[in-house]
Nanobody, 121 residues
Framework: QVQLVESGGDLVQAGGSLRLSCAAS????????MGWYRQIPGKQRELVAT???????NYVDSVKGRFTISRDNAKNTVYLQMNSLKPEDRAVYYC???????????????WGQGTQVTVSS
C-alpha cells in the first residue's frame, strides 16, 4: 500500500506565502511524477504544478512566477512553495503521485487527502 500525507494548508492574507508538503510512503519502488492539483467547490480539479524524477517542472499559467514545486527524492516528498497568494488561489490542494510499487511493472497514480488553502483579501 501507498500513503500520501499532506500538510501546510492554512488561512493566509493576500500577498502572503504558504508551503505545502506531501510525503509518500509504503511499498514504493520508484516515483515517476509528483504534483499538485487544486479544486474549488463546483469546479473541476485543476493541475497546478508537476515535477518529474529528473526535476523537470510544469506549471499552470496562473501560478507561474509565484509558485515553485520541488521534491526531495530521498524522502519521497514534494513541496509547493506558494508566494504572492491571491484570493483566487483559495482551494483544496491535492497531492498527486505516479509511481511504481515494489514488484510492479505498471505505474499507478495516487492522491492525497487534500489540504485547504484559504486566502483572505
Amino acid at each position: 500500500q501507498v500513503q500520501l500525507v499532506e500538510s501546510g494548508g492554512d488561512l493566509v492574507q493576500a500577498g502572503g506565502s504558504l508551503r505545502l508538503s506531501c510525503a509518500a510512503s509504503g511499498s514504493i519502488a520508484s516515483i515517476v511524477v509528483m504534483g499538485w492539483y487544486r479544486q474549488i467547490p463546483g469546479k473541476q480539479r485543476e493541475l497546478v504544478a508537476t515535477i518529474t524524477s529528473g526535476g523537470s517542472t510544469n506549471y499552470v499559467d496562473s501560478v507561474k512566477g509565484r509558485f515553485t514545486i520541488s521534491r526531495d527524492n530521498a524522502k519521497n516528498t514534494v513541496y509547493l512553495q506558494m508566494n504572492s497568494l491571491k484570493p483566487e488561489d483559495r482551494a483544496v490542494y491535492y497531492c498527486y503521485v505516479i509511481l511504481y510499487q515494489i514488484g510492479a511493472t505498471i505505474p499507478r497514480s495516487f492522491w492525497g487527502q487534500g489540504t485547504q488553502v484559504t486566502v483572505s483579501s
